[in-house]
C-alpha cells in the first residue's frame, strides 16, 4: 500500500518541479508549502533560536529554487530537498562555529556485527519515542518537553555530524533507511553502521553530561 499512496504525491511534485522551471513561481510556492513544516522540523535539530532556524530553512529554499535545473528526479523530491537542507544546516554550523566535534575517524569503518546485513536493517525502526530518546530517562512525569529538548539538543551538539544527522534522520524525522542512504550517498550497510555508532554517542553523551536521565 505505501507505494501506491506515495505515488501521487511524487508525481505531482515532479509537475510542480517542471511547471516552476518553465517560469511559474506559484507551483514552486506549493512545493515551499508541501514541505516547510517538515524542512523546518529538520532544521530544528540543528539550530539553537527559532531565527536561526527560520534563516536555515530560508536558505534552504532559495538554494532548492535556484539549484532547481539539477534535479535530475534520479531520487525523490523530497530526499533531493532534505538534502539541501541538511548541508545548509551543516554549513551554518561550521560558519558559526557551533560545532567543535569532528569525525576524526574514518567513518565507514564498520563496528557492527559482521554477520549482519547489509541490505536489510536488524535494528528495529523507532521514532523519537524509542532508540537514542530512550537514553533518556524521565525522573517523573513531571519532566518538561522542554527540557527534554534542551538535554537532546545537548547531547546531539556533542556528536560529530557523520553521525548526527544519521540520528536525526532516522530517529526523528523517522526516514526509511533507503531515504536515507540515497539522501547521503550511501549504502544500507553505511547507514546501518553510522546509526549504530551514533547511537551509542548519544547515549554516551546523556551519561557524561546528564547522568541523572541516563538509563543503563
Known amino acids: 500500500m505505501g507505494p501506491l499512496v506515495m505515488q501521487p504525491a511524487v508525481s505531482e511534485d515532479t509537475t510542480l518541479v517542471e511547471e516552476s522551471l518553465a517560469g511559474n513561481q506559484l507551483s514552486f510556492q506549493v512545493l515551499v508549502e508541501r514541505y516547510q513544516?517538515?524542512?523546518?522540523?529538520?532544521?530544528?535539530?540543528?539550530?539553537k533560536s527559532a531565527v536561526e532556524?527560520?534563516?536555515?530553512?530560508?536558505?534552504?529554499?532559495i538554494k532548492a529554487y535556484l539549484k532547481l535545473d539539477?534535479?535530475?528526479?534520479q531520487s525523490s523530491?523530497?530526499?533531493?530537498?532534505?538534502r539541501i537542507a541538511v548541508n545548509t544546516a551543516l554549513d551554518f554550523l561550521k560558519r558559526a562555529g557551533r560545532n567543535p566535534v569532528r569525525a576524526v575517524e574514518d567513518p565507514e569503518v564498520a563496528v557492527a556485527d559482521p554477520s549482519r546485513s547489509s541490505s536489510t536493517p536488524t535494528t528495529p525502526p523507532v521514532g523519537v519515542a524509542g532508540g537514542a530518546a530512550r537514553s533518556i530517562a524521565a525522573p517523573d512525569s513531571r519532566l518538561e518537553r522542554e527540557e527534554v529538548s534542551r538535554?537532546?539538543?545537548?547531547?546531539?551538539?556533542?556528536?560529530?555530524e557523520i553521525f548526527r544527522t544519521v540520528l536525526i534522520l532516522r530517529e526523528f524525522e523517522e526516514m526509511a533507511y533507503q531515504d536515507m542512504a540515497n539522501l547521503l550517498?550511501?549504502?544500507?550497510?553505511?547507514?546501518e553502521s553510522r546509526l549504530f555508532r551514533?547511537?551509542?554517542?548519544?547515549?554516551?553523551a546523556i551519561t557524561r553530561l546528564h547522568p541523572e536521565y541516563a538509563v543503563e
Open 198 to 204: 551514533a547511537r551509542a554517542r548519544f547515549k554516551d
Open 53 to 61: 532556524v527560520e534563516d536555515i530553512v530560508q536558505d534552504t529554499f
Open 70 to 73: 539539477t534535479f535530475q528526479h
Open 185 to 191: 550517498g550511501i549504502s544500507i550497510g553505511t547507514v
Open 151 to 160: 538535554i537532546t539538543y545537548e547531547a546531539l551538539d556533542e556528536i560529530p
Open 37 to 47: 513544516e517538515r524542512i523546518f522540523g529538520l532544521v530544528r535539530h540543528y539550530a
Open 77 to 82: 523530491f523530497s530526499t533531493w530537498l532534505y
